[in-house]
C-alpha cells in the first residue's frame, strides 16, 4: 500500500479483556516501530523491529503487552488483560533502512478501556 | 530530566510572521534529527529531517541544528493559519534507531 496502515481505527476494550492491534507497514520497509500517545504528550516509545528481529522492547510498560512481526512485514501488538492506564492511541510507523530515521507513521489506533 | 524538551505552548503568532519552535536534548551521542507536524486528531507528519550542524531549508521551514549546544530548532517563515498544529520533535541516538519524542509545541497561527 501507499502508506502505513493500521487496524482497527478505534477499539473499545472492557477491563481485563485482550486486544491485538495490527500494523501494515509500506512494502520494503526494514524497521517498524510502536509507540503509545496519550492526550497532549509525544509518543512514547514502546518496541522496534529490524525484519522480523525485535531489537528493543525496552518501551514495553508491563508483560500485559507483546509485539511480533514473525514474517518481517504485518506486525501485531497485543496487550493482555487491558487496564484503564492502557487507553491511548498506539502509533505504529516504519522506515526504509537501518539508521535513517525517517520513519513514517500510520493513523493509529485509539484504544479505550471502560 | 526528559531527553528531549520543548515548551509545550502554545505559542501564538499572526499570519506572515516567523514561528520559531525549538527542541533541546540530552544524549551527546544523538545523531538524527527530526520535526513532525501532528494535526488534531491526526498522526504525526514528517516535516524536516536535519543530520548536520547548520540549517537546512525546505520550502517555508527551517530546521537548525547544533550539536555543542543540543539544541534543534524549526523557523517556519510567512505562517499560515493551516500551519496550526502540534510540533514535535524527535531525536535518535547513536546507537539506536528508536526515536525519542518531545511532548510538542502548540502553534497557533491567526489570521
Known amino acids: 500500500g501507499a502508506g502505513v496502515s493500521q487496524s482497527p481505527r478505534y477499539k473499545v476494550a472492557k477491563r481485563g479483556q485482550d486486544v491485538a492491534l495490527r500494523c501494515d507497514p509500506i512494502?520494503?520497509?526494514?524497521?517498524l516501530f510502536w509507540y503509545q500517545q496519550a492526550l497532549g504528550q509525544g509518543p512514547e516509545f514502546l518496541t522496534y523491529?529490524?525484519?522480523?528481529?525485535?531489537?528493543?522492547k525496552s518501551g514495553l510498560p508491563s508483560d500485559r503487552f507483546f509485539a511480533e512481526r514473525p514474517e518481517g512485514s504485518v506486525s501485531t501488538l497485543k496487550i493482555q488483560r487491558t487496564q484503564q492506564e492502557d487507553s491511548a492511541v498506539y502509533l505504529c510507523?516504519?522506515?526504509?533502512?537501518?539508521?535513517?530515521?525517517?520513519?513514517?507513521f500510520g493513523q493509529g489506533t485509539r484504544l479505550t478501556v471502560v | 530530566q526528559k531527553e528531549v524538551e520543548q515548551n509545550s505552548g502554545p505559542l501564538s503568532v499572526p499570519e506572515g510572521a516567523i514561528a520559531s519552535l525549538n527542541c533541546t536534548y540530552s544524549d551527546r551521542g544523538s545523531q538524527s534529527f527530526f520535526w513532525y507536524r501532528q494535526y488534531s486528531g491526526k498522526s504525526p507528519e514528517l516535516i524536516m529531517s536535519?543530520?548536520?550542524?547548520g540549517d537546512k531549508e525546505d520550502g517555508r521551514f527551517t530546521a537548525q541544528l547544533n550539536k555543542a549546544s543540543q539544541y534543534v530548532s524549526l523557523l517556519i517563515r510567512d505562517s499560515q493559519p493551516s500551519d496550526s498544529a502540534t510540533y514535535l520533535c524527535?531525536?535518535?541516538?547513536?546507537?539506536?534507531?528508536?526515536?525519542?519524542f518531545g511532548t510538542g509545541t502548540r502553534l497557533q497561527v491567526f489570521p
Open positions: 510507523a516504519s522506515s526504509l533502512d537501518v539508521g535513517t530515521g525517517e520513519a513514517f
Open positions: 512494502s520494503g520497509h526494514v524497521s
Open positions: 523491529f529490524q525484519n522480523e528481529a525485535q531489537l528493543d
Open positions: 524527535a531525536v535518535n541516538g547513536e546507537n539506536t534507531d528508536k526515536l525519542i
Open positions: 536535519i543530520y548536520s550542524n
